[in-house]
């Protein structure tokens, strides 16, 4: 069989994370078929490295992995590229784009198969499948065209996390020094991205997981995360870490037992989790984490208003109220806690839409109030296509739709379209955008992220003292003061758009 060329677009300008994604399918094809990684991220010029690669007639596979946002930037021209100058080459996608849009991007002609979802069986099965020239229909998690029509073969259960095979850390080390992936963070000098588990339980209708996962969720042992961790540690130097799962705290038991087994380590943390799940923690297990060098937990508050909480099928027992209780009481633990809310949903009228906004901002000032360390990070409201969502036929009805062409997505406006930034749905209107914004300013300056590790003390304290007058007034309009100021000034990371 000929070898598989992997591709890893750019996600952002210093974005520098270990691609677990493609390490997962390539140990699934390791010692089975020979492949080469190529990372968006840490090439000038990925494409020439790309053609390089497939013109040397030795490989038979192209395989990128897709997220919606900054990624379609390299992966759509590319792959039309691919098509055009080497069409005897079978191209792969997966990645939340392509399992989200699989109608599109198959019907695309660039793109012979989508793996919908994982690919750790799914993706060798297909290769030897296409070398052989066999059918695919009996293959789980593919879709593909058959007979003119897209079609889609039946999702697999979710994969025993700690029976697939471990990743080739070493093997991406041939290709790119795994310790230039270990970025310098708040948590430490050379950070670890790493996945402890796939899916979640919850069935959200903003998140891009819920159509992939249907509400499933599977993780690591507690002692695998560690064994691999450790590994990490020790081999490449990594001091702190964050884990990219969607959902780390669904189990409280494994939670606690990896708590206890990293704490030895001395490394500070990263992690998600829902506000209704980890209240039901108890004290006990709180601390443990706490002490097992856990610094801050993401959290998914979204609103705090029940209706559109209910609206979002946030799921759970999340409320507005349960919100404001674990900020306070999860600040006893000393962990940070990381609020995500999402601005402008779709309303009836604009006036409900903007009220909407305001009562938003009031209670993100409330929560800052409860607890001042609780970090706020702000999106703005993008549909995601899951099926049954009813908010996302509201969107819909209110005149909101996907394109029809990859052509379509590289437009501007969907190249950012992920990023939960600037994207004007048919209900928003230019100055909602820019008062979310200037809000946002303003509460940043008026409450710096800790998350940028390069702030001074003093250069804090100036910017909470410059924005004071204007948190305390609601003077949100036109902060260009403070603007200039965290621009050329601070050099100000904000989380929502460089991440951590």
Known sequence: MKKVLFFNPRAGQTLRIIPNAILAIAAAVEGVVDYAVVDGNRERDPLKKILGYLATGEFGFFASTVMPGPQLKQAIPFTKTIRNQFPEICIIWGGYFASNHHRTVIRSGMVDVVVNGPGDKAFPAALTALAAGQSLEHIENLVYLKDGEVFKTKKAALYDQDSLPALPYERLNDFYSIEGYLGKTFLGSRTIAYHSSIGCPFT?????????????????????????????????????????????FVSEKRSVEFAKLIKPENMKWWAEGRIDTMDYF????????????????????????????????KGGKQTGEKI?????????????????????????????????????????????????????????????????????AESAARGFTFPETLEEWMQPQWLNFDLHREFLTPWLTPEMIRYIHDFETVMHAHYPTVSDYKLSDLQRKMIHAFSSLRYRMNIFSHPYELKALMKYWLR???PEIQGM
Request: one cysteine or more.
């Open 492 to 494: 100000y990371r904000q």
């Open 324 to 392: 404001k209780a674990f900020a306070k009481r999860i600040s006893q633990f000393g962990i940070i806690p990381e609020y995500s809310f999402v601005l402008g949903l779709p309303a009836p009228t604009e006036q409900e839409v903007w009220q909407q906004i305001y009562d938003e901002v009031a209670f993100i000032k409330e929560i800052k109030t409860i607890n001042p360390e609780t970090e706020i990070v702000i999106y703005v409201y993008t549909p995601v296509p899951t099926e049954g969502s009813a908010l996302y």
């Open 204 to 248: 959200c209708s903003f998140c891009g997981v819920v159509p992939i996962f249907d509400a499933r969720w599977k993780g690591k042992s507690a002692q695998a995360v560690y064994r691999d961790l450790k590994h990490l540690k020790e081999t490449y130097g990594g001091n702190a870490f964050q884990f990219h799962d969607n959902n780390f």
């Open 282 to 313: 108890t004290d006990e297990s709180l601390a443990t984490i706490a002490d097992s060098g856990c610094t801050m937990i993401f959290f998914g508050a979204e609103s705090g208003n029940n209706k559109l909480l209910h609206d979002m099928d």
